[in-house]
């Protein structure tokens, strides 16, 4: 009996160290997210700016597959993450953004 008690209490302990370990990873994300809003001083600085976004998506992206009780409050940054993306993308294009044309090809 002793054994299953240590079993079952360090398998809690573990457990609770995932959840702790995912809620920090969620606050990390959201905290680049918010330092990613800041304009950068240089194009290199957006550049970076851009490939944090991307990270921090596929991230945000494991932690709901590992948890999927967290999506609701991912996806409102997610959908924002993917708007300045495909905003960046459309310009890089030349589509330029509203009223950008970005005809068939």
């Known amino acids: 009996r002793a054994s ?3 079993a079952s209490s360090g398998t809690d302990l573990f457990g609770r160290s ?4 995912r809620e920090k990873a969620y606050d990390y994300c959201m905290r680049l997210v918010d330092q990613c809003d800041r ?3 240089k194009k290199s ?5 851009h490939a944090t976004l991307l990270e921090v998506t596929f991230l945000l ?8 009780a967290i999506a609701p409050r991912v996806f409102p940054t997610v959908k924002r993450i993917y708007g300045r993306l495909t ?7 030349g589509g330029g953004g509203i ?3 970005g005809g068939g090809g």
């Open 61 to 68: 992206d494991r932690l709901c597959a590992n948890n999927s």
């Open 4 to 6: 299953v008690a240590a």
């Open 18 to 21: 995932r959840s702790k370990l």
């Open 45 to 49: 600085d957006e550049d970076l700016v």
């Open 87 to 93: 905003a960046l993308v459309q310009a890089m294009q």
């Open 39 to 41: 304009k950068p001083e």
């Open 99 to 101: 009223g950008g044309g």
